[in-house]
């Protein structure tokens, strides 16, 4: 890889102790492309002057708006800021931001609403910052693989897309930092599950297919008592080429950890990936033996890997390729396709929303985007 003077790079959220937090610091500096120099790493001085130094931080900010305007007027600020807060805070810390002509590298869901989503892609038009979205599972080698391989024709004519993500550790109720805000309305949005987890299976299936679902059909369940938003979703998914679609969402699935998985079928073959043995894509051209295809092994037309076969790479080295292109983005100040921005955050908003109309009228079909 190419050698350049590291990006200076802020985050907002993120904390120490916090899991992704911890994870946008590893990714982003995995490869060098960046250097973390300033944060708002939470919501007290106190607590956030402590995570900066715990984590190495030089600056540390009482707020995100004191950052912005600050780190743009200094002549070493930072190029670029990492978004690691509940759902609620990405749009004003993304505003707040690209105003300054700050790139922004935010987690997803995009945005909390819906309307605020809309906002964004405007503001991020008007920008001369780059805004982009961490769907950090559509970087991995093997989906970037898989992408090709049905770009090519490999598959033939898509008919069935399966998509699920299915965990356990909200089975039962709990009073965890992580579980409060995401079951909170007001912090994650309308959306429980749907939003947490299901918006990354719908992008995947998306990005690997190149097709959007035109209407849908979702049945959202919240098993918990007492719990606000959703933790189980089943929906049904129609394209306008024909294909149809299936997408299973589950924080209350016990026995399961981050199952999340893909299956895709053609009327040439079908392809299967699974999160939790990423490294292996298996493809089944009609009537053939099925094939293993393995991370840099023969036949790989992607690039992404850092070690060679055998030796495992996985969840933060998909991190990685991200903050690896988005450092490459920032540079050339164009946003490849195999980036996600603010497009893809506001599909998955529009995703949100048809499934909580349809979940409303009794699981009716309903458009996905106007």
């Given amino acids: 890889m190419e050698r350049h003077i590291p990006i200076r790079l802020g985050m907002v959220g993120g904390g120490a102790g916090a899991m992704i937090g911890n994870v946008h610091r590893i990714a982003a500096r995995l490869d060098g492309q960046f250097d973390l120099v300033a944060g708002a790493l939470s919501s007290t001085p106190e607590k956030a002057k402590a995570s900066a130094a715990e984590v190495g931080i030089a600056r540390s900010y009482d707020d995100y708006e004191a950052m912005a305007r600050d780190e743009a007027a200094r002549p070493d600020g930072i190029q670029a800021v990492s978004i690691c807060t509940p759902n609620h805070l990405h749009f004003p810390v993304a505003k707040a931001f690209l105003a300054q002509g700050i790139h922004v590298i935010c987690d997803k869901p995009m945005t909390a609403t819906l309307d605020q989503a809309r906002d964004l892609v405007d503001l991020a038009r008007a920008s001369d910052a780059l ?18 391989m049905i770009a090519r024709g490999d598959l033939g004519r898509i008919r069935l897309v399966q998509a699920e993500y299915a965990q356990d550790w909200l089975t039962e ?163 490849p396709d195999t980036l996600p921005g603010v497009e893809d955050g506001l599909e998955g908003l529009y995703f949100i929303d048809a499934c909580i109309r349809s979940n409303d009228a009794d699981a009716v079909w309903v458009q996905v985007m106007p």
């Avoid at 719990?227 to 049904?236: F, P």
């Fill in 131 to 148: 805004f982009i979205l961490t769907h950090n599972y559509s970087a991995y080698p093997q989906i970037r693989q898989a992408r090709a």
């Fill in 173 to 335: 109720d709990t009073d965890s930092k992580q579980a409060e805000w995401r079951a909170d309305p007001v912090k994650a949005g309308a959306g429980g599950a749907i939003g947490d987890i299901g918006t990354h299976a719908f992008q995947l299936a998306r990005f690997v297919t190149g097709m959007r679902p035109e209407r849908l059909a979702a049945d959202l369940s919240s098993f918990v008592p007492g719990r606000r938003l959703d933790d189980n979703a089943h929906i049904m998914m129609r394209y306008a080429s024909g294909a149809k679609g299936m997408l299973w969402a589950s924080q209350v699935a016990p026995g399961t950890e981050n199952g999340l998985k893909l299956r895709i079928y053609g009327d040439k073959g079908g392809l299967e990936w699974a999160h939790e043995t990423p490294e292996t894509l298996w493809f089944t051209p009609f009537g053939q033996p099925t094939q293993k295809l393995r991370r840099a092994g023969p036949g790989s037309v992607v690039k992404g890997s850092r070690v060679p076969p055998g030796h495992p790479e996985g969840y933060l080295e998909g991190f990685a390729n991200l903050y690896a292109e988005a450092a490459a983005a920032i540079r050339s100040g164009t946003r």
